[in-house]
Structures are given as C-alpha cells and as structure tokens.
C-alpha cells in the first residue's frame, strides 16, 4: 500500500556539520515530494521540494535529491546551525493527497 | 497564516461534549484536510475533501465528522464518540496534485 519511510527518527550533530534525512517511498507514481520542517508547537512549514522529473534541488544550504529507480529522496542539511532543530518530514504525493513520513527529530548541538 | 486560519488556538473539551474546530482559506485551493498530531508524533490523516460537498475518510476518521458546504470552509467536529481527543489538530490546504500545500497554525484540544 501508500507508504513512506523515514530514516534516522533521530539525528543530532554538531553545529557546524551536516544533516541527511532519507526517505523511501513505494508508489512509482508519485511525482512531487516536499519537505516540512516543524518546530516545537508549530505548524509544519515548506522548507524545499523536488518534482520527478529533476534529480536534485537546492536552496542555500538546504538540498534535496531525488532517486526515481531506488524511490528514494534525500534532505540535506549543510553548516547546520541551532536553529536548524526541529522535526522534519518528508512526503510523497498518491494520487491527490499526500502520505508523510513519520519525521526525523534533528537536534543541532552548539 | 499564509491564508489558511484555524481557530480557536486552544480549545477545551469537557467529557461528552462535542466541539468544533474551524478551518478557513482564501488562497482558492480544491482541496483541504485535517490531520492529527500526537506528541512527539508524526501526522495522521482524518478526513480529506477536494471538492465541496465532497470528503473521505482518512487513516482515523472514528469519532470525527467534517463538512464543506464552502470551498473555503472546512470544519471538524470532534465527537463524543473519539474517546481520546486531546491532541493538536492540523489544517492544511492545495491545489489539486498537491502543490502549494499549506498548513494552517493549529489547534491544541484538550479535554478536560
């Protein structure tokens, strides 16, 4: 069935590093995958998205990729900073309404 | 909110009581849906609506009822039926296809 996958639950790194989230998907339809960042007691925010007809995005220090055969997307996170902490959610779209991942907590420690 | 407005912030439930949460956008998007968020945990989805007077049921549709008389409206009600309503409740809003995918701010239900 729909379903996404999420890897680490986790992470925490050094201010500084950098921060992968990956996320597998099992519908070989799905052709848009966004990313949302949500931060303690918010809402979840956009923060970048691929579509499947490219294999890789960026934004600053924010990428994503984007692997069609393997149906698998990465996030990546470069010189991450404090304000970098958060959980992160991944989603793939099936059909008209999107399945998410179960969020990646990131803890950037200074 | 990016044009998507849930009301109220907080919300308190007594046990029994029925409350309703409400949802509005004017960014003209098809589509809006309601998900609900634990602590600590991901999104899981209640209902769902892409057209007006249309909308499914999502993973956790039991003791939760919607309508979409509008295509800026989307309540929910929170029946006495869901025996474990306190949780934060999320909105969120899109073009058919899924983009310009919104989130409202929320609301945190209590019951009390």
């Known amino acids: 069935g729909e379903n996404v996958e999420q890897h680490p639950s986790t992470l925490s790194v050094q201010e500084g590093d950098s921060a992968v989230i990956k996320c597998t998907y099992s519908d070989s339809a799905s052709n848009y995958f966004p990313w949302y960042k949500q931060e303690l007691g918010k809402r979840p925010q956009l923060i970048i998205d691929i579509r499947s007809n490219v294999g890789e995005k960026k934004d600053q220090r924010i990428a994503v990729t984007l692997n069609k055969t393997a149906k698998h997307f990465s996030l990546h996170i470069t010189e991450t900073q404090p304000e970098d902490s958060a959980v992160y959610f991944c989603a793939a779209i099936y059909g008209q309404n999107f399945v998410f991942g179960p969020g990646t907590r990131l803890s950037v420690l200074p | 909110d990016g044009g998507i407005t849930q009301s109220p912030k907080y919300l308190f439930r007594k046990e029994g009581q029925n409350v309703t949460l409400s949802c509005e956008q004017n960014l003209n998007h098809d589509a809006m849906y309601w998900y609900r968020q634990d602590p600590g945990q991901g999104l899981r989805l209640i209902y769902y609506?892409?057209?007006?007077?249309?909308?499914q049921k999502g993973d956790i549709a039991e003791g939760y009822s919607v309508s979409r008389e509008k295509k800026e409206s989307f309540p929910l009600t929170v029946t006495s039926a869901q025996k474990n309503p306190t949780a934060f409740y999320l909105c969120?809003?899109?073009?058919?296809?899924?983009?310009?995918?919104?989130f409202g701010s929320g609301t945190r239900l209590t019951v009390v």
């Open positions: 609506s892409q057209i007006v007077n249309d909308f």
């Open positions: 969120a809003s899109g073009y058919q296809g899924g983009y310009g995918y919104t």
